[in-house]
C-alpha cells in the first residue's frame, strides 16, 4: 500500500512511539533500501545496526525461507536444531578463536555433523561461554543482569547493585530504563527500580570511590564498550580495565552490553576484544540474526552455570527460525573475513569524514562511527532529513551529532557517495 495510506491507518491505530521519516519502505537489496514510488537509497542506518548483512543477502533469505517452511517454532521445552552450534560458534567468537570458528562455520554451512562436533570441541584451556537466546537487546541485558545478581547471591557475595554509566543505553524496559542513566528517559516512568549506581564514564576515579563506598553491595558493572545512543563515545582502555579489575577485586562481574557493538561491527568479532578486557558476561542482539528478531545473554560457564531450571526463561527466544537465521549470519560474518572488512572500511569512513569542513570531530571504532557537527552545520536531525532527499539513510542521535551504522558489506565507494552527498548538503 502506498505511503498516504500507510500514514493514515498509523495515525488511528498505531501508538505514537516514534516520529517517523517522510517514506515507506518496501524494497531492498545489498546497501540499497526502495521506497514504495521505487526510489532508491543507500542505507547507513541497517535497521540501526541490525541488518549486518544488507537487505536481501541470500544466505539469510535461504535459511529463513527453508527454516519457515518446515517448523517455525516448537517452544524452549525441546531440542531444535541449530541452536547448539551458534551457541558452540558464538564461544569460539567470544574466546577469538577464528581459526577454530571458521572450521565450525565452515561445517555449519556444509551440514557436517562430524565436523561440527571436532570443531566445536574445547580446546585445552579453552574458556566455555554458555548462551540464554533472548528475543531482543533489551532481554538480553535483563537476563545479564539476572545472571549478576543471581550468581552473587548464590557465590555467598550477596551484592545486587549495579554500577552503569551515565549516557549508557541498555533497553525500554523498566529495569534497563533504571540502567540507563539518562535523565529524560527515566522521569517519566518513576519510580523505578532500585539497585543502580551512576558512574560517569571513563571516570576512573570515580568508579573507584563508588567501590569504596558501596563495596560487596555491588554486582556488577555493567557497560557499553562503545555508547552508541548517546553519540557513538568510545570508553577508555584504562576505564574498561579499571572496571574489569575493581569489579573482580570486590568479587563482582564486567557486563558488556554489545547489543550495538558486537558482532563485528568494530573490526573483532566483539568490542571488548579491542580493549583486550574480557567481560565476564556479555549481551548481544542487532545483527545476531540479520533482521530476524534475537538476541542472547552470553556468560563464561562458571557464571552461567548457577542458572537452573526455572530461574530465567522466553517462549520465543530461540526459536526455530531465529537460530536459523542467526547460524546463516554468524557463518557467514565469520567465514567471510567481515571482521577485516569493517576494520579497513571503517578506518576509510572516519578518515574521509574527517575531511569534511563541516564536521568538528569524528568518533568510534570499525563500522559504528559518529561525527560532531559544526555550529554552523544547523541541526544534525535537517541534515539526516536533507540527506533523505538526496536519497541515503542516515541517523541523528542528538542536535549536532550523526551516526553511522551501515551493513558491513558497505564498500569505500559507499564511503565516498556518502561524504560527497555529505558535502552538498553540509555546504
Known sequence: MSLATQKTLESSYVMRTFGRSEVEFVGGRGMTLVDAEGREYLDFLAGIGVCCLGHGHPAVTGAVREQAERLMHVSNYFYIEHRGEVAALISKLANDDMAGARLLAQAMVDGDEEGVLQAAALAPGEQVWETFFANSGAEANEGSMKLARLFAKRAGNGGNTIVCLRGGFHGRTL????????????????????????????????????????????????????????????????????????????????????????????????????????????????????????????????????????????????????????????????????????????????????????????????????????????DAHDVVAAMLTEGFVINATGPHTLRFLPPLICSEADIDRLVQALARVLG
Open 175 to 378: 529495569e534497563t530504563i533504571a540502567a540507563t542513566m539518562q535523565d529524560w528517559l527515566q522521569e517519566s516512568f518513576t519510580p523505578l527500580p532500585g539497585g543502580f549506581a551512576p558512574c560517569t564514564p571513563n571516570d576512573v576515579d570515580e568508579l573507584r570511590s563508588i567501590f569504596d563506598a558501596l563495596g560487596s553491595e555491588i554486582c556488577a558493572v555493567m557497560l557499553e564498550p562503545i555508547q552508541g545512543e548517546s553519540g557513538v563515545h568510545p570508553l577508555t582502555a584504562e576505564f574498561m580495565e579499571a572496571a574489569r579489575d575493581l569489579a573482580h577485586e570486590h568479587g563482582a562481574l564486567l557486563i558488556a552490553d554489545e547489543v550495538q557493538t558486537g558482532v563485528f561491527r568494530t573490526g573483532k568479532p566483539f568490542a571488548f576484544q579491542t580493549y583486550g578486557v574480557e567481560p565476564d558476561i556479555m549481551s548481544l542482539a542487532k545483527g545476531i540474526a540479520g533482521g530476524v528478531p534475537a538476541g542472547a545473554c552470553v556468560a563464561k560457564k562458571e557464571i552461567a552455570d548457577v542458572f537452573r531450571p526455572g530461574d530465567h526463561g522466553s517462549t520465543f527466544g530461540g526459536s526455530c527460525l531465529a537460530v536459523a537465521a542467526a547460524a546463516a549470519v554468524l557463518a557467514e560474518l565469520t567465514l567471510g573475513a567481515y571482521d577485516e572488512r569493517a576494520s579497513e572500511v571503517g578506518a576509510y569512513a572516519f578518515a574521509r569524514l574527517g575531511e569534511l569542513d563541516a564536521v568538528a570531530e569524528v568518533r568510534g571504532r570499525g563500522l559504528m562511527l559518529g561525527c560532531d557537527l559544526a555550529e554552523r552545520a544547523g
